[in-house]
């Protein structure tokens, strides 16, 4: 039968029969998403009097009893049992002391242990949520051995999912065991891993063991590692602010070594001056003709750690640069970071070089309109 054969009320009809089906779905969907709600609500309440009647007896000096850990690690393997868990505890700790709970927390290491096989095995946002939880209450939090939750969260450091590898590597930084947070860039190494270098650098600083250790560790380990791992760890030691001067170095001066590494050395040298560096930071701004324009470029910002008659010389010479980078930075070193007066600078105003004189113009100008953009902001309040 052809669809121009049916009559235009019958298809009013249709339209109108699924309109009203759409409708039903959605009313019936929200009814069922508010008594979800208000489910998980009445069992994380339940839970609440549970948790903090054995905090009391744990405070009474009354063991905990094997039964309650037994059917709690039955209850949690469901999902919407351990939310309603991670809400019990968030209530709990906003009525009590954080003193009072650790030592129920500490009891939970053995139930999240048990846990590990069961939600090994599901999807990838489970595995997430578990992890987060692992962090967020500190389970196993200082344990020096390798136990179960330390292996899960190796192993799924390297899964596709960016939200599992990310709150994986956070637990791990909770926990605090270097060899183990060594262990998981291992493996992200050995299974070619790409992950944000800013959030692994901003995730050791998070380490809750000595983080003195860790960089020293991961920086030894550093021939396993591809430059996109080498370059947090460098970046955790800048701001961590620990003593790698002579090892920088090491790194800065050879040629061999890959770019973004000397880079990322030269980046450490401009927080922690270093004076055997100064000649090799002068170096790359003499000779920018025949360099990379970016060695000059961060090295002209560096020497701003590095005052003297010779650095204003070099600066100077870093004007002529063909890069306009390597000008700029030249010149917001001799004018923002060494104050140089415009007077010693007399002799680039009235030199030959017309791009070295717009440069220092340029900045000048610049320095000008953020004073009066910060008068008139003083100025409204």
């Not at 380990?221 to 791992?229: A, E």
């Not at 170096?283 to 701003?304: I, P």
């Not at 415009?342 to 717009?358: H, I, M, P, S, T």
Request: aromatic share 12%; charged share 30%.
């Amino acid at each position: 039968m052809h669809i121009l054969s049916i009559k235009p009320e019958v298809i009013l009809y249709v339209y109108m029969a699924s309109c009203i089906a759409v409708l039903v779905f959605n009313v019936l969907y929200i009814f069922i998403d508010k008594y979800r709600g208000r489910r998980l609500e009445h069992q994380s309440l339940e839970m609440v009097d549970e948790i903090t009647g054995q905090i009391q007896q744990m405070e009474a000096g009354v063991d905990v009893r094997e039964e309650y850990f037994t059917g709690l690690i039955r209850r949690l393997k469901k999902l919407e049992k351990l939310r309603a868990f991670e809400l019990s505890m968030e209530e709990i700790r906003r009525q009590m002391p954080a003193g009072r709970t650790e030592k129920y927390l500490e009891q939970m290491r053995r139930v999240f242990l048990e846990l590990v096989p069961v939600y090994e095995k599901r999807d990838e946002i489970e595995q997430a949520y578990f992890a987060s939880l692992v962090e967020k209450f500190g389970i196993d939090k200082g344990h020096t051995a390798y136990d179960g939750l330390m292996d899960f969260m190796i192993r799924i450091v390297v899964h596709k999912g960016v939200f599992v590898r990310e709150n994986a590597l956070r637990a791990l930084y909770m926990i605090g065991n270097k060899e183990a947070v060594l262990a998981a860039w291992e493996k992200m190494e050995d299974n070619e891993i790409c992950h944000s270098k800013k959030l692994l650098s901003d995730g050791l600083l998070k380490f809750t063991g000595d983080r003195g250790e860790l960089a020293r560790l991961l920086f030894e380990h550093r021939s396993r590692f591809d430059t996109r791992l080498v370059l947090p760890v460098m970046q955790f030691i800048r701001f961590l602010g620990e003593d790698f001067r002579k090892e920088f170095l090491e790194l800065l001066s050879k040629e061999t070594v890959d770019k973004e590494i000397r880079l990322e050395a030269v980046r450490y040298f401009r927080k922690y001056p270093y004076e055997p560096v100064r000649a090799l930071l002068q170096r790359f701004l003499q000779y920018h003709e025949y360099l990379d324009w970016e060695y000059a470029a961060v090295a002209a910002q560096a020497l701003e750690s590095y005052p003297g008659p010779d650095t204003v010389d070099c600066l100077k010479e870093g004007l002529k640069a063909v890069n306009w980078y390597v000008r700029l930075n030249s010149a917001e070193t001799l004018i923002m970071g060494l104050k140089i007066p415009k007077k010693d600078l007399f002799d680039v105003y009235n030199g030959r070089d017309r791009y070295a004189r717009e440069i220092l113009n340029y900045v000048t100008e610049k320095i000008e309109i953020k004073g009066q953009e910060m008068e008139l902001r003083e100025t409204d309040v």
